[in-house]
């Protein structure tokens, strides 16, 4: 199927169509992993906590390419390691005129969200679409934290426009995390950067299903597309 960005759902409705009603459709895509790639996400405004771990940009800093250092705003408060409120939030800065879309990773969010929530409120107030590092409690280092917020910020507006056709398009659609599970519609829109190996996972779990049924129990797996190559052994 050819897939456009600006509306993935058409082909697959068209796919959908011509084969009959589907009760169920799961969908494996790489159209966030390209639109990551090829640097065509939302800007990105990032809003950390006072003196943040992550430090200053540097030339090997992973977030350079996504938000540039003036596109990187403090906000006076702190909460502790215990919760407990340490200085009390600030005034949160405006973004800057281009910016549609924030990241907020607040430092200790995960023991007390009250800050961070605040500031995920002042902002949606603001029009912005606006990820939380709330959205990743898995994900306990701040840096790596910080990385998967701003890819999450940058993608959430692509993400839903690409998805929007697609609810309709079975009874029940569902879109393939990276992880090889299932998501509604409704969140994995929410949780874009869930979805970066979405297609290769699919290919993988596909794969194993007709190799298995081919009578193979161990089998290596090539999955081409336009952009890239996945490879997985089984």
């Known amino acids: 199927l050819l897939v456009s960005p600006a509306d993935a759902g058409r082909a697959i409705r068209q796919a959908v169509a011509a084969g009959g009603p589907a009760e169920e459709l799961a969908h494996g895509t790489t159209i966030l992993s390209n639109l990551l790639r090829q640097g065509r996400g939302s800007a990105v405004v990032l809003y950390r906590s006072e003196t943040s771990a992550a430090g200053p940009p540097s030339d090997d800093d992973p977030l350079v390419a996504l938000v540039p250092p003036h596109r990187r705003l403090e906000v006076p408060g702190r909460i502790g390691a215990d919760g407990r409120e340490l200085q009390r939030l600030g005034t949160v800065p405006d973004p800057p005129d281009d910016v549609r879309a924030a990241a907020v990773v607040l430092r200790n969010a995960d023991a007390n969200p009250r800050h961070e929530e605040a500031v995920v409120a002042v902002l949606c107030q603001r ?22 917020t701003v890819v999450n910020a940058c993608l959430l507006a692509p993400c839903r426009t690409a998805f929007s056709g697609l609810a309709d398009a079975a009874e029940r659609t569902l879109i393939m995390s990276s992880a090889g599970g299932l998501l509604s519609v409704e969140d994995a829109s929410r949780l874009p950067a869930a979805l970066l190996s979405s297609s290769p996972a699919a290919g993988v779990l596909g794969a194993a299903a007709a190799a298995k049924a081919a009578g193979f129990t161990d089998a290596v797996t090539v999955d081409m597309g336009g952009t890239s190559t996945a490879v997985g052994l089984l």
Do not use: H, K, N, Y
């Open 127 to 148: 029009g912005l679409d606006v990820t939380p590092s709330l959205e990743f409690p898995a994900v306990s280092e701040e840096v790596q934290r910080t990385i998967a």
